[in-house]
């Protein structure tokens, strides 16, 4: 059996947010850390506990995606910090409705419907535009970032349904 198989790996945007909860709670874990060690191991307690907060903060803010396309079907995983992977989406190419560029003219026709996007992507915008779309079952509109490889793999298997451009 001949199976196609590719691999990206996406980083998403970090927000503002986001870096000021991991950089605050790291400054005040190393506060409480010093002053517990100079004035009373209980005050040694608000370190543990902002460490905890710094440690779960970081693992919800630094996201990546993992897209996997082996043979007709594409695999989605959420990678938490580095260090938890949690599958996020599974898609057969039978169902794939159209896959295209964010802003291209084929998805003109599908711009009507009251889809919510799902944003798998790194949420950075650039010209040309790496971002695509995928109408699925009539019931998702998943947004990803796939490389040439991928797009390529996936148009042998469904030309009609793939765009470039």
Do not use: C, W
Request: proline share 4%; charged share 25%; no cysteine.
């Amino acid at each position: 059996m001949n199976d196609t198989y590719v691999e990206v790996l996406v980083k998403r945007k970090d927000s503002l947010v986001g870096k000021f909860l991991r950089t605050f709670t790291l400054i005040l874990a190393a506060m409480f850390a010093i002053f517990g060690i100079i004035l009373s191991p209980v005050i040694f307690i608000g370190a543990i506990i902002f460490g905890a907060i710094h440690y779960v903060a970081r693992l919800r803010t630094e996201v990546e995606f993992e897209y996997l396309y082996v043979d007709k079907e594409i695999t989605i995983d959420r990678i938490y910090g580095k260090t938890k992977r949690k599958r996020a989406e599974k898609i057969e190419m039978e169902r794939v409705e159209i896959i295209a560029p964010m802003n291209s003219y084929q998805l003109d026709s599908y711009k009507n419907r009251n889809i919510k996007p799902i944003d798998y992507s790194s949420q950075i915008v650039e010209q040309p535009e790496k971002r695509y779309v995928i109408y699925y079952n009539g019931v998702k509109k998943i947004i990803f970032e796939p490389n040439p490889a991928m797009l390529k793999a996936m148009q042998m298997v469904a030309p009609r349904k793939v765009f470039t451009n």
